[in-house]
């Protein structure tokens, strides 16, 4: 991991990153002016983002350090809302039968539906824990890192986790698909039933996510490895629990209808290319 400490008022890694993404999205704002609902306001809050950030590092103190640092949690929190509202106004189509009949294809069976035979209460409660655990799991390592007092390190790892948010976000408006749990319901004999939480974590998330696009690739999954990827600098017992993790959330994006297996391939084969190409690109942005 590149250990690399960028002066107070200079730009970090993280960033520049943040920064080009916003260019990026505002100029499609501008584009799609008039197909993008409340375009003004969404406009305004790329501006508003942008200035906070370089406020932030041209009148550096203790808390717009601390800002610099963690900002990039909410900013990817504000893109992601923004992508369910820029991708039906511009896209227009989904990939969805698509991105299925690959599935179909490959395993001769959809595997949502398919993998009714093994459900249960006891499992299907324990994979929607694990999957509604997704946020608190990457940050927490970004939380040990700060507690440490692991500068160097958390900033890496804010670079490696943003740039994954930021990267699936792209890939989401590139092959714009909502789920088997929409477009293979009517195909599904029984639906999903857990123990305690199941009910209400599913319907927490159904109002975070059921209006996005946000199957391809599978953000979950491409986070879920950069998160066991950054643990490696905390501790051998760690990193054995993140891998594990890493596994069961792949296997419960499908299981939980959430996903097609392709989804789970993008995503896993976007989280090699990030974990391989970024430290030089955090060398040369820094």
Known sequence: M?????????????????LSYLALTGALIVIYWKHVPAAGLWFAVHIVCAVVVVAAVKRPGRVSRVFRHWYPLLYVSIC??????????IRREDADSW????????????????????????????????YSLFIPAVISIALIFWLRRQYESFRYYAFLIATGFLASYIGYFIVPARGPRFLLRDLQHVPLQGLWLFGLLQS??????????????????E???????GSRQLSRPVTILYFAYALCIMFSTVYLRYHYTVDILAGTFLALILILSLPALYRKLS
């Open 99 to 130: 991105l299925a009949h690959l599935d179909f294809a490959f395993w001769h069976a959809n595997p949502t539906v398919w993998l009714e035979r093994i459900a249960s209460r006891p499992l299907t409660e324990f994979l929607q824990i694990v």
């Open 80 to 89: 992601y809302r923004e992508m369910s509202v820029l991708i039906p106004a």
């Open 2 to 18: 590149a250990e690399i400490l960028s002066p107070p008022d200079r730009f970090w890694a993280v960033d520049k990153v943040v």
């Open 223 to 229: 986070l879920a490895i950069l998160a066991w990827w």
């Open 204 to 221: 927490a998330l159904d109002r975070l996510e059921s209006a996005a696009y946000d199957c391809f690739p599978s953000g979950h999954t």
